[in-house]
Nanobody, 127 residues
Framework: QVRLVESGGGLVLPGGSLRLSCAAS????????MSWFRQDPGKEREVVAG??????????YYADSVKGRFTISRDNAVNTAYLQMNSLKPEDTAIYYC??????????????????WGQGTQVTVSS
């Protein structure tokens, strides 16, 4: 059974940091694009960051709203993707989802292009 399991969400003060993890199982994801999306109630799910790796080269994408603050990475040896979130703002509050798409290198921005999804983890930035 293919599964993506997110962890690391929580409540953080503005300006704080969180690190999200996405543990994949059931198949090898090393050739997949791994992305993070987020969704607020009443809003569309939006891509935050994505990564595809080949040899020692990473192809990455960041939404303008998180550039310079968020860093996506992956460790194919343990089938896990990460999202380091620094300088968090209240507008970053959302449910964050991990998603996987077979093959790269382009990072799709449309949720329908992804085959596998995690259950989501809540990130709340508030004082």
């Amino acid at each position: 059974q293919v599964r993506l399991v997110e962890s690391g969400g929580g409540l953080v003060l503005p300006g704080g940091s969180l690190r999200l993890s996405c543990a994949a199982s059931g198949r090898t994801f090393s050739n997949d694009v791994m992305s993070w999306f987020r969704q607020d109630p009443g809003k569309e799910r939006e891509v935050v960051a994505g990564i595809w790796s080949r040899s020692r080269t990473n192809y990455v994408y960041y939404a303008d709203s998180v550039k310079g603050r968020f860093t996506i990475s992956r460790d194919n040896a343990v089938n896990t993707a990460y999202l380091q979130m620094n300088s968090l703002k209240p507008e970053d509050t959302a449910i964050y989802y991990c998603a996987a798409k077979t093959n790269g290198p382009l990072v799709p921005r449309t949720p329908g292009d992804y085959s596998y999804w995690g259950q989501g983890t809540q990130v709340t930035v508030s004082s």
